[in-house]
T-cell receptor, first 117, second 114 residues
């Protein structure tokens, strides 16, 4: 079974600075998809970024980028120029491309990020 | 706004009761997923439907059931409710059941069992 671990329960950063959230996962599959979701105080789950395991290039979405290390099974999220609106819980999620992980997303425990003015 | 709608937003009920949570997927999406978010269990996958058929099952209790109707909306039925069923229940949808598809989440239904 796949597991996703976020080892940082809480992080804080000053506005305009850069912060990196960590995520590691465990799987025996060779192809899979990784996601970061954001959950602000409204509790809505919002997709931040996704990465296909077969792509070597790290995904980027505006101020958000990932550092995907397949051999190390590591998938960190970097937020540049942090904004107050980035304050939220961030979840790392895994979705396998085959086998019994058919449709489901497996989530980490989440990291609460607070951006201070 | 993801385009996924869920009703009701909040639900307060008593132990032993039965409730139904409703989800309408994004226009054009055929696949619906249900997740439970609780303080002790985190975010857990419950069940997936694709075009009316059950596709995958996760940690869904036998007291819980779901279905997807011909108009593609889905309902999650929770019966014999216990205090521990209090949680935020999310519905997500995707275009197909392909594993490469991104899932878009609804706003959730917050269930409180007293």
């Amino acid at each position: 079974a796949q597991t996703v671990t976020q080892s940082q329960p809480e992080m804080s950063v000053q506005e305009a600075e850069t912060v990196t959230l960590s995520c590691t996962y465990d799987t025996s599959e060779s192809n899979y998809y990784l996601f970061w979701y954001k959950q602000p105080p409204s509790r809505q789950m919002i997709l931040v970024i996704r990465q296909e395991a077969y792509k070597q290039q790290n995904a980027t979405e505006n101020r958000f980028s990932v550092n995907f290390q397949k051999a190390a099974k590591s998938f960190s999220l970097k937020i540049s120029d942090s904004q107050l609106g980035d304050t939220a819980m961030y979840f790392c999620a895994f979705r396998g491309a085959g086998g019994t992980s058919y449709g489901k997303l497996t989530f980490g425990q989440g990291t609460i990020l607070t951006v201070h003015p | 706004d993801s385009g996924v709608t869920q009703t009701p937003k909040h639900l307060i009920t008593a132990t032993g009761q039965r409730v139904t949570l409703r989800c309408s997927p994004r226009s054009g999406d055929l696949s619906v997923y249900w997740y439970q978010q609780s303080l002790d269990q985190g975010l857990q996958f419950l069940i997936q439907y694709y075009n009316g058929e059950e596709r995958a099952k996760g940690n869904i209790l036998e007291r819980f059931s779901a279905q997807q109707f011909p108009d593609l909306h889905s309902e999650l039925n929770l019966s014999s409710l216990e205090l521990g069923d209090s949680a935020l229940y999310f519905c997500a949808s995707s275009v197909s059941d392909s594993r490469q598809e991104t899932q878009y989440f609804g706003p959730g239904t917050r269930l409180l069992v007293l």
